[in-house]
């Protein structure tokens, strides 16, 4: 019997990031260079499981404290950044450090680190629990507080209320940003903080590539951890959108189910997910659909992000 037809749409603006591609090159530069030593990630480099998995298989290990890296070892920091307490520690234990964290999260490090130096109390907006979050918060100089959404931004009673300003977690949506900048503006008129547009490029385009995506599909299969901030983001934008909208970590998670009914399908990927997870998710769809795939919407165009400093592993073995 032949296979019924579905059409795939694909966003042409999906997966790796120039952030995200960085800090993956960083590990595997660091492990050839480490003659066999063991060579430690500060946080999954990125959230995503195959990319950790394919790593730790090179043989990087993986931690969430330093205490777990012996004195002298080597240990790269994610993209997510880190608090400053962190770089402080790993001086202390004279480790050789390799630090991916990329240069869009570096920037709102010294944003926030200029706000609060100045006197200003700083509202960082994302998500409190994401290890970005931590990173920011863990870089000011004075009076902190984090908002997650409107509703919070509107109970917001904060010291300085004539002295704020603001920064934004690079992965967060857009909309929710926009939301939540304007009942600050509104509420505390002499706030002062970075334009919209200086949220991640790459966290904009994936964003209006699934909006694109929405407009054309009743669902949308999204492939990304659920661990990962963007990703997620992208599931939700195609929700709010009145699409049904699936996460994936990887293709064996999809069901025919989902696909049932429908004559197109939109598809897309977090700017952690390998190209391989949506290769692979294409194939499965072809075991029960006669596919034509079509790529939509404009191909990104991704900034130079400065490379790497790897002067760290020159740093002499302790003492
Ligand atoms: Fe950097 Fe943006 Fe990628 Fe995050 S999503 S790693 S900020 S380029």
Known sequence: MSKPALDVLLARTRGFCAGVERAIDAVGHTLDRSGGSPVYVRHAIVHNQRVVDGLAARGARFVED?????????????????????????????????????????????????????????????????VEVMGIVGRCDGPVVVVADAAEAERLEPEQASNLAYVVQTT???????????????????????????????????????????????RVIVCGDRASSNSNRLRELAQAANCQALLIGDAAELSRGFLEGEQAIGLTAGASVPESIVQETIARIGLWYHVTLREIGEQERSPRLHPVDFAGLDDPAPA
């Open 66 to 130: 330093l205490r777990d890296v012996p004195k002298g070892g080597t240990v790269v920091f994610s993209a997510h950044g880190v608090p400053r307490q962190v770089e402080e520690e790993a001086r202390a234990r004279r480790l050789r450090v390799v630090d991916a964290t990329c240069p869009l999260v570096r920037r709102v490090h010294h944003e926030a680190a200029r706000q609060t130096a100045q006197g200003r109390t700083l509202i960082v907006i994302g998500h409190p629990e994401h």
């Open 172 to 218: 967060l949506s857009v909309d929710d940003a926009r939301r939540i900048i304007d009942v600050l503006t509104r509420r505390f008129p002499t706030i002062t903080g970075p334009d919209i547009r200086t949220i991640c490029y790459a966290t904009q385009n994936r964003q209006n590539a699934v909006a694109l995506l929405s407009r054309r599909v009743r």
